[in-house]
């Protein structure tokens, strides 16, 4: 009976283990992904290139990396979605009045007349995002 008991749970668990796999092979290609590996340093980052019930392929910066299921202690990944944007402008003008009253200064070979606004503009791009948990061997 225990055995039996065992038996059921043991494929209960199994099945669990594969439902969180299934969310690595949901990603989308492309995806940037670090791969916790049993008994390595540093993790692999690199973005998904595909990944099926028995490992997950890895683009790097010059290669393809290919990793077994059975290897990989925890998985995380970058949500998608862009950095933010901050755009920002400014022009400023000056009193055409005032400017009359400035001296002018010629500028020898032009008859442009000084310019009574100047702008500016500037982007800023923010930190990408974080990345989050999607696999852990052992993981519910």
């Not at 290139?49 to 990989?72: F, G, P, S």
């Not at 402008?89 to 002018?104: F, Q």
Request: charged share 30%.
């Amino acid at each position: 009976m225990k055995a039996i008991l065992a038996g059921f749970l043991l494929i209960l668990y199994s099945a669990a283990a594969e439902d969180t796999w299934s969310k690595v092979k949901a990603l989308k290609s492309g995806t940037e992904i670090r791969v916790f590996q049993a008994g390595a340093k540093e993790p692999l980052v690199g973005k998904i290139d595909e990944a099926d019930d028995e490992r997950i392929v890895l683009a790097l910066k010059n290669e393809q990396k290919a990793v077994a299921k059975a290897d990989v202690e925890r998985l995380e990944a970058r949500p998608t979605g862009g950095r933010p944007v901050t755009k920002t402008s400014s022009v400023k003008r000056e009193d055409p009045s005032a400017e009359l009253a400035k001296p002018k200064v010629p500028v020898p070979g032009s008859s442009a007349t000084p310019a009574l606004s100047s702008s500016s503009s500037s982007v800023t791009f923010g930190n990408k995002p974080g990345f989050e948990l999607v696999y852990r061997k052992g993981m519910k």
